[in-house]
Every structure is written in structure tokens, then in C-alpha cells.
């Protein structure tokens, strides 16, 4: 089933790594957050070697400040 993108984007973080980025960064200065909690959406058509080169890139934007 697809989601659609008005609601996928108020729930989580997508899109390239600079926006990722930038939209961490907007968090941390605007809301003070501190941890960020990623899950794994299980979409058939993307393999976990995908996924898990994604969440490696995103726990190195997370730390990065």
C-alpha cells in the first residue's frame, strides 16, 4: 500500500541525506531534542542490505553536530 506524502513527512524524516540533515539540525535548534528514535518501515521492494546501509547513514547524521 502507498502512503501518502503529506502524512508519510509528518511522521518521519525522509528524503536525501542534506535534507535529513538540515531537518535534524531545524529539531535540535527549534524543539531542544536530544534523541532520535528511527524504526524500519518494512517495504517489500527494498532490500536490508539497503536498509541497513540507511540507518548506518543516518546514526552518522544523528551524531554528527
Known amino acids: 500500500a502507498c502512503i501518502d506524502d503529506e502524512v508519510l ?3 518521519a524524516i525522509v528524503g536525501t541525506p542534506q535534507h535529513v540533515r538540515e531537518t535534524i ?3 535540535r535548534g527549534r524543539l531542544g531534542i536530544t534523541h532520535l528514535i528511527a524504526t524500519r518501515l518494512l517495504l517489500s521492494e527494498v532490500d536490508a542490505t539497503d ?3 540507511s540507518l548506518r547513514a ?8
Do not use: D, I, P
Open 25 to 27: 539540525a531545524r529539531y
Open 51 to 53: 536498509y541497513e546501509a
Open 9 to 11: 513527512h509528518a511522521v
Open 58 to 65: 543516518l546514526a552518522n547524521l544523528a551524531s554528527a553536530r
